[in-house]
T-cell receptor, first 115, second 116 residues
Framework: AQSVTQLGSHVSVSEGALVLLRCNYS??????LFWYVQYPNQGLQLLLK??????LVKGINGFEAEFKKSETSFHLTKPSAHMSDAAEYFC?????????????FGKGTMLLVSP | GAGVSQSPRYKVAKRGQDVALRCDPI?????LFWYQQALGQGPEFLTY????????KSGLPSDRFFAERPEGSVSTLKIQRTQQEDSAVYLC??????????????FGPGTRLTVL
């Protein structure tokens, strides 16, 4: 079974500062990796995903993530935080079976943005 | 709106009651997933449907949990004789294709179940 570890249950940044949310995965095969964001009382929304090809993936709202196979990492970054980025962020890996795939999520990181 | 919808959004049940949670996926989506999200945790897989066929129910915590998708569209997650440990947010997601690993899963807003 695959697993995802998100380092830090809470990350606090000031508005305008760099955002870095860490994600490490374990997978016996080349992984498909996802970042989702969850705003209060809402479902999860896809930020970006890595499937194959370019290891630097750009997503919505100015976020990007880099797949590093040697480090088994898929960290999420944003150069300048906005107040509206305050939410919970989940990293996930796709786990494949015969004819279908499911997602295995990390425990999430709550991003707090202060003025 | 063309997103995934779930009802009810909030459900309070007394211990021992049966509950039914509904999911309306995006029209035409083949795959439908249910996840359970406990407080402070990430979503955990419960069950997967491909059209009307339930291909995986390995994540269902006990035989008190039952899911169906009889016509390959709307799905219902039923929990019998609810227990306090069933309190969680139940998320439904759908994807266009047959669950290929690169597919994007689109999530509904969830149903928050509180068992007293």
């Amino acid at each position: 079974a695959q697993s995802v570890t998100q380092l830090g249950s809470h990350v606090s940044v000031s508005e305008g500062a760099l955002v870095l949310l860490r994600c490490n995965y374990s997978s016996s095969v080349p992984p498909y990796l996802f970042w989702y964001v969850q705003y209060p009382n809402q479902g999860l929304q896809l930020l970006l995903k890595y499937t194959t090809g370019a290891t630097l993936v750009k997503g919505i709202n100015g976020f990007e993530a880099e797949f590093k196979k040697s480090e088994t990492s898929f960290h999420l970054t944003k150069p300048s935080a906005h107040m509206s980025d305050a939410a919970e962020y989940f990293c996930a890996v796709s786990e494949s079976y015969s004819g279908y795939s499911t997602l295995t999520f990390g425990k999430g990181t709550m991003l707090l943005v202060s003025p | 709106g063309a997103g995934v919808s779930q009802s009810p959004r909030y459900k309070v049940a007394k211990r021992g009651q049966d509950v039914a949670l509904r999911c309306d996926p995006i029209s035409g989506h083949v795959s439908l997933f249910w996840y359970q999200q406990a407080l402070g945790q990430g979503p955990e897989f419960l069950t997967y449907f491909q059209n009307e066929a339930q291909l995986d129910k390995s994540g269902l915590p006990s035989d008190r949990f039952f899911a169906e998708r009889p016509e390959g569209s709307v799905s219902t997650l039923k929990i019998q004789r609810t227990q306090q440990e069933d309190s969680a947010v139940y998320l439904c997601a759908s994807s266009l294709d047959q669950g290929v690993g690169t597919d994007t899963q689109y999530f509904g807003p969830g149903t928050r179940l509180t068992v007293l």
